[in-house]
């Protein structure tokens, strides 16, 4: 029963542990964006992104609590929102849209499904924690190994990456209503 | 208004994961959702033409 319940445990780090990449690839994307195609970014999606990765991140270093996926659904709720406010500003008819696209749909379009897309894989997660492992049961147990630390490694980065980004764009103060260029770099 | 501070507090957030500081933790994740929200709120100006 014991290694049921270990067998549990590990699926769900691992699910954990793919969320937390799943996160940091959709903020590497935007980046990529911003960098090569000289896309300036809607920050505070990329925030709301931030906080889901934050709960995903915490499962693994500081143990599975059920406040840690509240936190994934908090952050997913928050980023829907913003988004879903981005793309009801350009529902009229004979709006382009704002900004490049990605298969066809803007980027607040993808991160409202990106939300959305979490709050399923969380759902989805909660039921294979019941298939697998003890029901009910959360493994309050920190996860150190190298690939657990690459993971949290890659996210602290892109954050650090975009905290850099933010001060060049914005300096220490508000953002301009249409960003163009990085003020701090002229 | 500083916009940079959501990440700053991100990056705390990540920095107290990594020490195994669960409380302070806590404390920036929450701070990091206020704000963003906050500024949310700040940057909305535009009304949305939308009748239902």
């Known amino acids: ?10 699926l769900t780090m691992i699910a954990n542990m793919l969320g937390l990449l799943g996160i940091s690839l959709v903020l590497m994307v935007a980046f990529y964006y911003q960098l090569a195609l000289g896309e300036l970014p809607c920050l505070l999606q990329r925030a709301g ?3 889901i ?6 499962n693994l270093r500081i143990g599975e609590r059920a406040s840690h996926y509240a936190m994934i659904l908090a952050g997913s709720l928050v980023t829907g929102f913003i988004s879903v406010r981005q793309v009801a500003l350009h529902l009229g008819a004979g709006d382009p849209g704002y900004g490049s696209t990605l298969f066809g749909l803007h980027f607040y379009t993808w991160a409202l499904i990106a939300a959305i897309g979490v709050v399923g894989y969380v759902a989805l997660l909660f039921v294979l924690k019941d ?3 003890k029901r009910g049961a959360f493994e309050d147990t920190p996860v150190n190994g190298p690939t657990s630390n690459a993971a949290f490694t890659i996210f602290a980065l892109v954050i650090a ?12 103060g ?12 002229r | ?23 302070l933790g ?22 949305l033409n939308l009748s239902f």
């Open chain 1, 174 to 185: 508000q953002c301009e209503d249409n960003p163009v260029h990085y003020p701090m770099l």
């Open chain 1, 49 to 51: 992104f931030m906080a």
């Open chain 1, 131 to 133: 298939v697998v492992g």
């Open chain 1, 161 to 172: 990456a975009n905290l850099v980004s933010t001060v060049l764009e914005c300096g220490a």
């Open chain 1, 1 to 10: 029963m014991s290694e049921q319940r270990s067998f549990g445990a590990m």
């Open chain 1, 53 to 58: 990765g934050i709960g995903f991140l915490f």
């Open chain 2, 26 to 47: 806590y404390l920036f994740w929450g701070a990091t959702v206020v704000v963003t929200v906050a500024w949310f709120f700040h940057h909305t100006t535009d009304s």
């Open chain 2, 1 to 23: 208004m500083y916009m940079f501070l959501p990440f700053l507090r991100a990056f705390a957030a990540c920095a107290s994961a990594s020490r195994s500081r669960a409380g």
